[in-house]
């Protein structure tokens, strides 16, 4: 029986981590470009944050994964850009 109540217990957790993840007329963008292999040049691999962000120093560009996230209310366009979604 103490079982039963531990595995509903860990189920309900699972369902409500789940919902909170959940969103709708959402739309994230990843672009896998290796950046490591073209010394994580922008411009090269056609990203879309490239338009805003290809010139900046190469530390910077190290340091952010290249993952654009769009939400009716969250940031849109270069505000979007160089968001870490992992």
Not at 10 to 26: E, M, R
Not at 33 to 51: E, G, H, K, M, R
Request: with cysteine.
């Amino acid at each position: 029986m103490e079982k039963m109540r531990l595995c509903i217990v860990v189920l309900a957790c699972v369902v409500v981590s789940a919902a909170a993840q959940s969103g709708t007329n959402v739309r994230a963008s990843y672009h896998e470009y290796n950046p490591q292999n073209i010394n994580w040049d922008l411009s090269a691999a056609s990203v879309y944050c490239a338009t805003w962000d290809a010139n900046r120093p190469l530390e910077w560009r190290r340091r952010h994964g290249w993952t654009a996230f769009c939400a009716p209310g969250g940031p849109q366009g270069q505000a979007a850009c160089g968001r870490c979604l992992r």
